[in-house]
């Protein structure tokens, strides 16, 4: 027998056994271009049909998960609770406030004003177990084994004190500072009372009992602040975040704020800062001013 003839009848089974028929049926016409057009058409529209929600999804999904939303959603979740649990004829409050400081630009994620105080809220959208002490330039973030070191908030949130302070000309005591922790996280050691997790921070604000402002001044902070501040869009955020990028930059040229000469990099020679460094007025000791190279924000 020859090749050819053995191998047509192999062939035409193979078809007719792909398309669900049996081998005995013969006789059937051979494919045309419709039936693979059909075929075909029969694959696709289930899988398009699932690539419809599924790319959405997946697009969702990358979006929660990205550093942006998780810090605007744990901003949110803090303008929630205040909405429903602080009076806000009591509360007087302003959000994403960007103030001019000698250096730059401060950016604060929430500002009360009351006659019991100043409240100055930061926030920080964490998970895992939180180590960290007061008086610590450091705290650390435990994840599956993995440790990730970050700044006191407490110390991130005293250049936003500083600049309250500064802006409306009053002393350091009646300005607060309060760390919101939002997200899965665990304080391991113990806690700053000012430090808090979930809605702690507002058991914390009402505990200041004692009035310190009248309504009156209390207006006119309001007034002073939102007069001083910068338009809380996200081209003000940008042009913030491109300044803390450039003091944070030892190569970036700057200016004294208080002579006008230039800034250089100097190192502590002696002391508990020995070794470290800073921005120190070309002209000193005519002028002394001093600015830390990676102040926060």
């Known amino acids: 027998m020859k090749t050819g003839a053995y191998r047509a009848p192999v062939l035409f089974a193979v078809r007719n056994a792909l398309l669900g028929r049996s081998i005995g049926q013969l006789n059937t016409p051979p494919l045309t271009a419709k039936d693979c057009q059909v075929n075909i058409s029969v694959i696709l529209h289930p899988l398009l049909n699932t690539l419809v929600w599924l790319l959405p999804l997946m697009l969702v999904w990358t979006l929660l998960r990205t550093r942006l939303f998780k810090g605007w959603f744990g901003e949110r979740l803090v303008r929630l609770r205040a909405h429903f649990r602080l009076d806000r004829q009591v509360y007087r409050r302003l959000h994403d406030v960007t103030l001019i400081t000698p250096d730059g630009t401060t950016q604060i994620d929430h500002v009360f004003v009351s006659p019991f105080g100043i409240f100055v809220l930061e926030t920080k959208h964490m998970k895992g177990w939180i180590f960290g002490g007061e008086k610590q330039a450091q705290w650390t973030q435990l994840i599956y084994k993995k440790r990730f070191a970050f700044q006191n908030p407490n110390r991130q949130n005293y250049k936003h ?11 350091p005591d009646f300005v607060h500072s309060v760390i919101v922790f939002v997200g899965p996280s ?112």
């Open 161 to 171: 004190l500083k600049a309250l302070q500064a802006a409306l000309g009053i002393g």
């Open 186 to 297: 665990t304080f391991k050691t113990r806690m700053p009372a000012n430090v808090t997790r979930g809605g702690g921070w507002v058991h914390y604000i009402k505990s200041f009992q004692q009035t310190v402002f009248s309504e009156a001044q209390v207006t006119a902070m309001l007034q002073t602040l939102q007069a001083g501040r910068l338009a809380p869009t996200l081209a003000t955020r940008r042009e913030h975040v491109q300044r803390l990028k450039q003091r944070d930059d030892p190569s970036a040229s700057r200016q004294c704020p208080r002579c006008g000469s230039a800034l250089v990099v100097r190192t502590y020679n002696g002391g508990p800062r020995s070794g470290q460094q800073f921005w120190g007025c070309s002209t000193f000791p005519k002028c002394r001013t001093v600015q830390p190279i990676s102040p926060g924000s």
